[in-house]
């Protein structure tokens, strides 16, 4: 964990003004008292493109105070360059700890992967999403998705299912795949894979979703039902290479596979990098142990 | 023809509708009522208020004036232009169904036939995907598409095709009305004579009650057992369709079914 600073003091504490914070964690507020009902904000400029997760930095920065401990990960690695620049930049901005152990975290930012080890109460997770609406796709006037939405009109959700089955003999969504939260609202879970999907049901800590450049923010309150939509004879099941992770040995983490070299050599390795870490330090050790690619945790003095 | 209808009681009471886009009067006053099982045909010229008293009727406008007594299958009475928006999308799915002119307003052109189909049963709650294929397969078969086209989008299929598709979608939760906008027009001579053919016969056998709006005084022959004619956004004649037809009493249903005569 790194220390506590004094923030730079040429930006507001956060980096957005108070008066921004605010109107954030308002519709915060609300956002977290209808669950997965997607409440509009006027989103700021960030100094980042849309599409880099200013969305899930303007939440990250509006609920962020001096006492947190702040973890953030792209793909489940703390340490691609995106991941790195987010954590610098709310280092400087704010003067928090940061972290890349999930268990020190309060709160977490992350694209595209929900951590292995399971949250616990009083943390945050807060998401970064591209498209914050499920029914986009299928229907591109925002006037009737809202509609649909209100009367919890869903057919169509389901029709992009039927058609994923009727052409494919089963669901292939693989990821951002869609749920159904608190019995109401069909939600987007952010492009994190269908894996990740049973960790957000009933999950003790708070998840949070930040869409910049669409201007929504949504959440789930913990221990709240996030059911993934599914038929009665095509359930859902949240997929994940039946390999194990080349470097722990882990047979039920998700994992990314990694080319080595240009003859057609490959490895499987947990996508999540500080569980990974945590079972090698616990001295697990799979087929490719000692690999190269198995680098200690930046902010470790080892 | 209507023998059986009259004993029953309407499932549709239409009473002094009237809607104005700004200055206009597109429907004036308009009352009639539909029996349970009737086919009603409206006929009158381009403009005449047709579509427009369609749209009121499946709650899609709100007329100034007037009511529109619906009696669903669970025997409760509503009026149509004043149910609430969640009760209405659930009545439109499940007691009746709209047939556009345009294919195009009434599917969905790249789902497949069978997404098109079973759409509202899923909207209605189904959740079998086995079971709801099986039931957009045979409501194809019934509209004479061929099954291996199940998988194929709207948007490669015939106009008449089309048209058939549509009536599919609408009729697989078996609503008790269908309202019909012209659902033979741009289509050629043969492919209307068989889509006629098609919901003749759909209609009888499940005993629904249709109104189908149409320029076409044979279609209004072929198929409805009553029939109102519009001018000018008023109904000015009303009667069983073959009395209309063969003796109408309005100066303007005489002058519309001359001028067919001569054509
Ligand atoms: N949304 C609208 N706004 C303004 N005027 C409208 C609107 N819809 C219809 N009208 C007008 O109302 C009148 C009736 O139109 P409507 O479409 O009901 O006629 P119709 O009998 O269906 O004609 P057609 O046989 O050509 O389809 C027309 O004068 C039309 O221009
Ligand atoms: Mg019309």
Redesign the interface.
Known sequence: MTPKAAHDPDYNLGYLDEQTKRMIRRALLKAVAIPGYQVPFASREMPLAYGWGTGGMQVTAAVLGPDDVLKVIDQGADDTTNAVSIRRFFARVTGVRTTERTVEATVIQTRHRIPEQALTEGQIIVYQVPQPEPLRKLEPRETETR?MHA?A????M??KL??D???HGRITLSYDYPVLVNGRYVMAPSPIPSFDNPKMHHSPALQLFGAGREKRIYAIPPYTEVRSLD????PFHPWRASNCCDLCGAADSYLDEVVTDDRGGRMFVCSDTDWCADRREAGHRGRLAGHALATPRADDPA | MSDRAILDVPILDVTGIGVRFGGLNAVKDATFSLWPGEVLAIVGESGSGKTTLLRTLAGELAPDSGQALFRTRAGEVVDIPRLAEPQRRALARTEWGFVHQNPRDGLRMAVSAGGNVGERLMAAGARHWGHIRAEAAAWLARVEIDGSRIDDPPRVFSGGMQQRLQIARVLVTEPRLVLMDEPTGGLDVSVQARLLDLIRTLVGELGIAAIIVTHDLAVARLLADRMLVMQQGRIVEAGLTDQVLDDPQHPYSQLLVSSVLQA
């Open positions: 509609r009367l009109d869903y057919g169509l389901h029709v039927y058609e089955i009727a052409r038929f009665e004879d095509h």
